[in-house]
């Protein structure tokens, strides 16, 4: 752990010994979230922890999990001229089939980054001509920053910004991964910030129908720790639950105000994720009191996908089954600069992280 007091190392340490004591065998821990795997990383975790416990990344990267048919849809609105495309920067990167909106962008599309959904009203204000299309990306943590910008393109009687919804909720896919016999998982870093929005309670499912030991964790060093030591706790007295590290901003019952405004413009959908595939129920499109300003409702664009044969192994890496290192490509073929895989695109993307923090074991 890079920076850390004597009182902070004693307990790191105390810690990482209760660890060793409680698991007796290989363990494999998932941490779903994108942000964890960097600050785990961040923090030498993976170094520190004995050897029979073992951290495999999860599909909580939402660049990662954005298939190709949503690049390639985003691309054909981009290169029509009454269209300004507005994202998030990690989106430019990410491969379509044919094409990333990052080299659309460079032939002269008009293609903005913004770090909140609502910086395209303003952009809509003053285009009124044009056409402004956000991409919706991203888990139960922004969908309602996406959904309150529907409420206030309403409420500003703008005509002219849309949204190209992919929005994702994490619970469905969890259910997934614990359905496939491929995926060897005995225990859950629960998302924290999607916990902050939902709660707790949408996991309960993960010990009362899968009898899978699960936390709620937080970002600091000594709270992944501490929850890494509550999931070897719940894996040696056998008895999991669901256990809250992350109390400082996880309330048990999540954001009501935020659910309430996602509810209010969104409803649950059959949603398809990179790598993983199909998913029911697992993505969020705008109800229908809202299509005016859903773009695939009011702007329909027919785009044909066409399937890439890549050695890319993201879909094994987003289920826990393989670690980046055993793709042949990582660190080839495939690194940041010149990503083959979503995996590689975002700063959160499992390969991404495990390329530019090393590969750790
Ligand atoms: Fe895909 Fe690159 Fe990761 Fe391999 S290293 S799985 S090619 S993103």
Redesign the pocket.
């Known amino acids: 752990m890079p920076e850390h007091n004597n009182e902070t190392k004693e307990m790191a340490q105390f810690l990482i010994r209760e660890i060793d004591r409680l698991v007796t065998k290989p363990v494999r821990l998932m941490e779903v979230c994108g942000t964890h795997t960097v600050a785990i990383f961040r923090a030498g975790i993976r170094q520190l922890l004995p050897p029979q416990v073992d951290l495999v990344s999860g599909p909580g990267c939402p660049v990662c999990v954005t298939p190709d048919e949503y690049i390639d849809k985003a691309v054909a609105y981009a290169r029509c001229e009454d269209v300004i495309l507005t994202t998030f920067g990690d989106m430019l990167r990410v491969p379509g089939s044919t094409s990333s909106l990052g080299e659309v962008k460079a032939t002269g599309a008009d293609i903005r980054v913004v770090y909140s959904p609502l910086e395209s009203l303003t952009i809509a204000a003053q285009n009124p001509h044009k056409k402004i299309i956000f991409l919706a990306v991203g888990f139960e943590t922004t969908a309602p920053t996406a959904a309150a910008t529907v409420l206030a393109t309403k409420k500003q009687n703008l005509t002219n910004l849309f949204l190209l919804s992919s929005h994702k909720i994490v619970p469905p896919a969890l259910k997934v991964l614990l359905a496939d016999p491929a995926v060897n998982i005995d225990g859950f870093l629960l998302p924290g910030h999607v916990c902050a929005i939902t709660g707790e309670r949408p996991f309960d499912f993960l010990p009362e129908t899968y009898h899978m030991p699960a936390v709620v964790a937080g970002f600091e060093p000594l709270e992944i720790l501490r929850t890494i030591y509550r999931l070897a706790r719940q894996i040696h007295d056998d008895q999991p639950t669901i256990e809250n590290e992350y109390k400082r901003i996880v309330k048990p019952d999540g954001n009501p105000a935020a659910r309430q405004i996602l509810s209010e413009v969104y409803e649950p959908t059959d949603a398809v994720w990179r790598g993983i595939g199909m998913i029911p129920d697992s993505g969020l499109r705008m109800k229908e009191q809202y299509s005016a300003f859903d773009a695939q409702v009011v702007l329909p664009m027919v785009t044909k996908t066409i399937a890439k044969k890549?050695?890319?192994?993201?879909g094994e890496?987003l289920r826990g089954i393989i670690k980046?290192t055993a793709?042949q490509?990582?660190g080839k073929a495939?690194v940041p600069e010149h990503?083959?895989?979503?995996?590689?695109v975002s700063v959160e993307g499992s390969?991404a992280a495990w390329y530019k923090y090393g590969s750790g074991r």
């Open positions: 890549t050695a890319c192994r993201c890496v980046p793709c490509l990582f495939c990503p083959i895989g979503a995996c590689m390969c």
